[in-house]
């Protein structure tokens, strides 16, 4: 694991956020606000399989010794179980010896913990949370009967919930809207302060 890209660690207190890849980076600085965020050092990979190796290269970082606490974000995709595992594989990097809780820190002297999109039980990912949260409900009724025609074979339902987002996407004003960008307020995309992502926000603000 390679640590181009990724911003360093700063020699004063900070909060460590791991994530799958840039879609999860944008919705949580989205979601967590200015005030919040610039108290968070975020690191994303390429996918969830990086995140072990990401840990490790975190906890052997000099200046890891600052961070106050680590977070994980992690998509439940069709397997729970092996979602929690892999969350526990991650955090067993920083020295976490038992599961994580979905949505809680624990831990002396470092807090420890990871959220698993959606909601920590049920199959999904964060765009479940996105497509709950867009902010054109017209467009989703019309998205809905698209997908409703054409019954897409995704394969599984996070797939599947990503092809209705970026269908939604498509549909907006601006049909080159990208993921990072669906959270501006002028976007007619996805709204980061939407009750959905309560739960998101205080696993970030705790962090």
């Not at 890209?5 to 980076?25: S, Y």
Request: with cysteine; glycine share 12%.
């Amino acid at each position: 694991m390679s640590r181009r890209n990724l911003p360093p660690f700063p020699v004063t207190g900070f909060g460590l956020l791991l994530v799958e890849g840039g879609d999860e980076r944008w919705l949580c600085e989205s979601v967590a606000g200015p005030a919040v965020w610039q108290g968070l050092v975020c690191w994303y990979g390429s996918g969830r399989s990086d995140l072990p190796a990401l840990a490790a290269l975190a906890a052997r970082d000099p200046s890891f010794g600052h961070a106050r606490s680590v977070g994980l974000l992690l998509d439940v995709e069709d397997d729970p179980n092996g979602a929690y595992r892999l969350a526990e594989e991650t955090l067993a990097a920083f020295g976490a010896s038992t599961p994580p809780v979905h949505g809680l820190l624990a831990g002396n002297p470092r807090r420890l913990g990871a959220f698993l999109a959606p909601d920590g039980k049920a199959p999904g990912s964060i765009e479940h949370l996105c497509r709950l949260a867009v902010r054109n409900q017209t467009l989703s009724a019309c998205v809905d009967a698209l997908v409703g025609c054409a019954q897409p074979t995704h394969g599984t339902a996070a797939l599947a919930a990503k092809g209705w987002l970026n269908a939604y996407l498509a549909m907006c004003p601006d049909p080159r809207l990208r993921f990072h960008q669906a959270f501006d307020p002028g976007a007619g995309g996805i709204d980061p302060g939407h009750p959905v992502f309560e739960p998101l926000k205080n696993f970030l603000q705790s962090l």
